[in-house]
């Protein structure tokens, strides 16, 4: 599976809008992008997903150029609570997910 | 949605042991995963469940050290077998489902977190 790179880590500030940078230069034709979130002591959680342009949804947005070689996880107004680790990862329809480092944002007051 | 749940939520045990972790869904589902998260690090893909026939393991996981069942398609469990203190981890199950954007997702269990001492 194609792999991807993101930064270790991020800094924010409240109601701040924060965009989360991910590279994947060999995504294959068939592969989605998908972004999932993990807070301490819980499983990762679907955040959003998309093949190409943009995507929104009440959470975040998801801009992805016509190359698809990288995408940009953006969320709005960031809160103490989008403190997390955010993990960006490609997926083929019905395949499984192979985990990257993921970013982990700190959203400081 | 899925509602997964895992039990253990969490144990400690002594090195050269061996625990079972159960996975339960909320419905049918074809895909089951699992997967551990050491200490401060990222998720790794164990295994492939597959319902009636012998799971498909990973790079670096092998059967006798793992040994997963999948007896129908709402359970499975994982073994951590002769264990030591370097498979303290969390372990997660996750199944593939139909989200509520219309497509496929992967939703993931609370996890157990293991300690051997």
């Known amino acids: 599976l194609a792999k991807t790179t993101q930064p270790i880590s991020m800094d924010s500030y409240e109601g701040q809008e924060v965009n989360i940078t991910c590279s994947h230069n060999n995504i294959a034709t068939n592969d989605y992008i998908t972004w999932y979130q993990q807070f301490p002591s819980q499983g990762p959680r679907f955040i959003i997903q998309g093949y190409k342009t943009k995507v929104t949804n009440e959470v975040a947005s998801l801009f992805i150029p016509a190359d698809r070689k990288s995408s940009t996880l953006s969320l709005p107004r960031v809160s103490l609570s989008d403190t997390a680790v955010y993990y960006c990862?490609?997926?083929?329809?019905?395949?499984?997910?192979?985990f990257g480092q993921g970013t982990e944002l700190s959203v400081k007051p | 949605s899925a509602v997964i749940s895992q039990k253990p939520s969490r144990d400690i045990c002594q090195r050269g042991t061996s625990l079972t972790i159960q996975c339960q869904v909320d419905?049918?589902?074809?895909?089951m995963f699992w997967y551990r998260q050491q200490p401060g690090q990222s998720l790794t893909l164990i295994a492939t469940?597959?319902?009636?026939?012998?799971?498909?393991?990973e790079s670096g996981f092998v059967i006798d050290k793992f040994p997963i069942s999948r007896p129908n398609l709402t359970f499975s469990t994982l073994t951590v077998s002769n264990m030591s203190p370097e498979d303290s981890s969390i372990y997660l199950c996750?199944?593939?489902?139909?989200?509520?954007?219309?497509?496929?997702?992967?939703?993931f269990g609370p996890g157990t977190r293991l300690t051997v001492l």
């Open positions: 469940a597959n319902q009636g026939s012998e799971a498909t393991y």
């Open positions: 990862l490609l997926r083929n329809q019905g395949g499984k997910l192979i």
């Open positions: 419905s049918q589902v074809t895909m």
């Open positions: 996750s199944v593939v489902m139909t989200g509520e954007q219309g497509y496929n997702e992967q939703f």
